[in-house]
């Protein structure tokens, strides 16, 4: 571990919430488009390749998440041994992470969600190419999700399930929905939470 130096992580929270929210939704609003049509230029089914980058979303969220969750474990260890305040060493460890968040290895991250992605039955690619294609979106959102995590509270993605009732306070429709459908029948993009409240909604497209 470098040095460490306070970053007041938690004074700062409100701006760097609302700068990780703002590159969440330019994720959605332009790098997810960038990468739906690449993928055109191989697989012409769309729901097949809306599937694929939701899926690979979902999966940037869990993977940055769990190696956030090893990457404090480890600094609060090292911190532990010396942290004498006067800040707790909750506040401590959370401000290391913030100010030396480069340590973060995202490449395996990015090695984990095309792993997963590799074994999910709802998803696949024609043989001539591979998920690594997306690796580039796959590495930005793993980075911002792990960013996500040193914010009190942490953002997350909604958990979304096909066939789930459409609720208008979640999901956005799709252009192409059947908009008098009540049910979901896949997923575009994932909704983002805190608390287990939606403050960015996701995309789905619904079908009777």
Same mark, same amino acid.
């Given at each position: ?22 590159? #969440? ?133 909604? #958990? ?5 009732? #459409? ?42």
């Amino acid at each position: 571990l470098r040095s460490w130096s306070p970053g007041r992580a938690i004074y700062i929270n409100p701006s760097r919430r609302a700068c990780l929210v703002a590159r #969440f939704g330019f994720i959605y609003a332009q790098e997810r488009f960038d990468a739906e049509t690449f993928l055109r230029t191989y697989i012409s089914d769309t729901e097949m390749v809306q599937r694929i980058i939701y899926t690979a979303a979902v999966e940037s969220f869990h993977a940055a998440k769990m190696a956030y969750w090893k990457f404090k474990i480890h600094v609060r260890e090292i911190l532990c041994l010396s942290h004498s305040g006067p800040e707790p060493l909750e506040d401590a460890v959370l401000d290391y992470i913030v100010c030396h968040k480069d340590q973060y290895d995202v490449h395996a991250s990015v090695r984990e969600v095309i792993r997963s992605m590799n074994i999910n039955p709802k998803i696949s690619f024609p043989p001539e190419i591979d998920f690594i294609v997306l690796s580039t979106l796959i590495q930005e959102l793993c980075c911002l999700a792990f960013s996500m995590q040193t914010l009190i509270p942490p953002l997350d993605v909604a #958990f979304g399930v096909d066939g789930e009732l #459409f609720d208008e306070t979640k999901y956005y429709r799709s252009s192409d929905s059947d908009f008098t459908a009540a049910f979901v029948a896949y997923h575009v993009w994932p909704a983002l939470i805190e608390n287990g409240v939606v403050i960015v909604k996701g995309e789905v497209v619904t079908k009777r």
